[in-house]
């Protein structure tokens, strides 16, 4: 009889235990187990391999940006180094020309202490000329060192323009570090998270596998069991059909040899007790015939032997 109670697992379901059941449900029962444990693996493997592929594509275009962001922070390094030697440049003109004008200024001094008591007045009128002129007079000369410019405006607003582009970029490239910088933070939190999933995948297909072992040993154990089980009952089929074909031989044999009619009966205790007759009757006349000395009587008294025991038979 099979009696199955139903109790919840650690997972939350429900699992039948069987109890006091045949090999071959048991068997079946754990095989079941088995196939939903490797169904439960090839689901936990795919959802594995779809997550590792989803981390590795971000990856990608994470790793992607960041040479985009490093191929631009390049190029603005390259273009402000550009404008910082354009720049020197320019002060390296300007420092001349202010080592000029100084030498120049020492020339006129001289001069002037020469000429101070004539041209006073007019020493002083030119100082101050000088000195409000020097700025255009040195942007005069630029001017004259390139083509590119026709005008003092134009280098007064090309300087400008250069200032802010400065600033510009500057305040671009600080925006742009921070954001690399971002980025690259970013970039470590997810290669941290994907390697804690992929440990955590690794983790699960371990403990899955060695349900699965478990569950094999389990079902093969089983298996031997109900193998051997089998082969004990094929013995005693055998053993029981040699009885069996034993017991038919000497029934038949008996009903050739007795000399009284014995009916056919397929039961197996009737057909006993007529070969238990039949040798107890063989025994009486062989017992007989050895007291009387080996004579001539004994098929007669195996008759009337035979004869006595019929009545018992037949009842």
């Known amino acids: 009889w099979l009696r199955i109670r139903n109790m919840a697992d650690p997972a939350g379901g429900q699992q039948l235990h069987l109890d006091h059941v045949s090999p071959a449900t048991r068997l079946l029962e754990k095989r079941r187990q088995m196939l939903e444990v490797q169904d439960a693996l090839e689901t936990q493997k795919e959802e594995f391999a779809r997550r590792e592929e989803l981390f590795k594509r971000r990856e990608e275009q994470l790793r992607k940006k960041d040479l985009d962001l490093q191929e631009s922070l390049i190029r603005f390094n390259k273009f402000l180094q550009e404008n ?16 000029q004008r100084e030498i120049r200024g020492g020339e006129v001094s001289d001069l002037k202490y020469e000429l101070d008591t004539l041209t006073r007045r007019r020493e002083q009128m030119k100082q101050v000329v000088e000195k409000n002129m020097i700025y255009v007079r040195f942007l005069e000369k630029t001017l004259e060192t390139t083509e590119d410019y026709s005008e003092i405006s134009e280098l007064l607003a090309r300087h ?31 290669s941290k998270e994907s390697q804690d999933e992929r440990l955590r995948g690794h983790n699960q297909v371990a403990t899955l596998q060695k349900d699965l072992e478990s569950k094999q040993a389990e079902a093969q154990r089983e298996v031997g069991r109900i193998d051997r089980r089998l082969g004990e009952a094929a013995d005693r089929t055998l053993e029981f059909g040699k009885v069996q074909w034993s017991i038919d031989n000497l029934y038949e044999r008996v009903r050739d040899k007795a000399k009284v ?25 062989v017992k007989g015939w050895k007291q009387e000395g080996g004579g001539s009587g004994g098929p007669s008294v195996s008759a009337d032997a035979s004869k006595k025991k019929q009545p018992g038979r037949e009842s």
């Open 261 to 285: 009619r014995i009916g056919r009966s397929e039961d197996v205790p009737t057909r006993l007790r007529v070969i238990r007759d039949f040798f107890q009757d063989l025994s009486y006349v």
């Open 160 to 190: 400008a323009t250069l200032v802010a582009h400065h600033d510009e970029l500057q305040s671009r490239s600080s925006r742009f570090s921070s954001l690399a910088d971002r980025c690259r933070q970013q970039l470590q939190e997810i």
């Open 84 to 99: 910082d030697s354009k720049r020197a440049r320019a002060e390296r003109k300007k420092l001349e020309e202010i080592r």
